[in-house]
């Protein structure tokens, strides 16, 4: 080697070189074994898909397939030294054999693993017969050719082993989906609850009162009275009840006076010692779903702040970005908030997530804790 090869050396024959050519030597090894086990179980599952084990064993090679990608994706990523791209499983739409069977089929990255493992042979004897003439006589330009020849193995890994971005937002509208709709039967629940705890075995209790206030009118009209009187204040306990529960569904200030008026009554109502502040700048009214996420989003936020914060003054902003309405809570607690499993945070998170918001908290050991949340002005309905 001449001197300004040797040079040269540094920057060109180090630790990546040497792993993208034990890389490429490898393809050779590797394609064959996963062509073997690829095209053996394909071919028979294909052959015999007119019988009971057809499908199944098709299934079966593909999710072999799948597996063959995925150490196809972690080879790729040993030698660039990022972390290995982790695809989702194969999505299954019911449940028992014949839902995982049909999920491994309908798969498209199992089938796009399945072409890989099939072109990995011809491709791995071509870069293996270069990399080793290269390795023997082409030491002045062995660097080059191996990015150059990693380049076309990262092209092939990428195009063919790669979750598509459209499943990948498919996977992700489902999983949204799958919270919103969790979120309204637990929502619906709780109303149910609410009104057989609450205000329902309160009328119950008011009309056997009314009941017996009826039966003795005739006989002691003072005592009636006095029946009526406290069935009354019953009726006004019982309607209260329902305001509050009507207040959880959607609060009538928030649909006739919008957030700055609806934030502030919830902030009227938090226990916190020194109070809350309110102060929303915003230009109009964002869609109304996005209103009532708000709304609700904050409430929560205020009573975490209330039980568990032990702050003496918090504050609420609202403010539009763009096409995003944000929103700010801060208290002046003992901080270290944050969405374990389970917890408020964490569901409120999840929430969020589900209509393309976000949620972050900032909360260090004896605080204070500032919470961001990002929604979009306008839902996907109204964007078209």
Known sequence: MTKENQNLRPPLYGRLMWRQVQHLLLNLPVGVLGFAATSVLL??????????????????????????????????ALVTGEPPVVAPPARITRPGVAGRVTAQITDSLSWRSALYCLVLVPWGILSFALTLVLLVVGWPILPWAMRFLFAVDRMLTDSLLMPSALSERVRELEDDRGVVVDTAAADLRRIERDLHDGAQARLVALAMDLGLAKEKLTEDPEAAAVMVDAAHGEVKLALQELRDLARGIHPAVL???????????????????????????????????????????VSELLTNVSKHARATTASVEAWRTDDRLILQVKDDGQGNAAPHPGSGLAGLTDRVSAVDGLLLIDSPPAGPTTVTVELPWHTRTQRG
């Open 255 to 297: 649909t006739d006076r919008g957030l700055d008026a609806a934030l502030s009554a919830v902030a009227a109502r938090c226990t916190v010692p020194g109070g809350v502040t309110v102060h929303v700048d915003l230009p109009d009214r964002p869609a109304s779903a996005v209103e009532g996420i708000a709304y609700f989003t």
């Open 43 to 76: 071919v028979a599952g294909l052959g015999l898909s007119i019988t009971v084990i057809g499908l199944p064993l098709l299934a079966f090679g593909l999710g072999t397939s799948r597996s063959l990608g995925a150490l196809g994706r972690r080879r790729s």
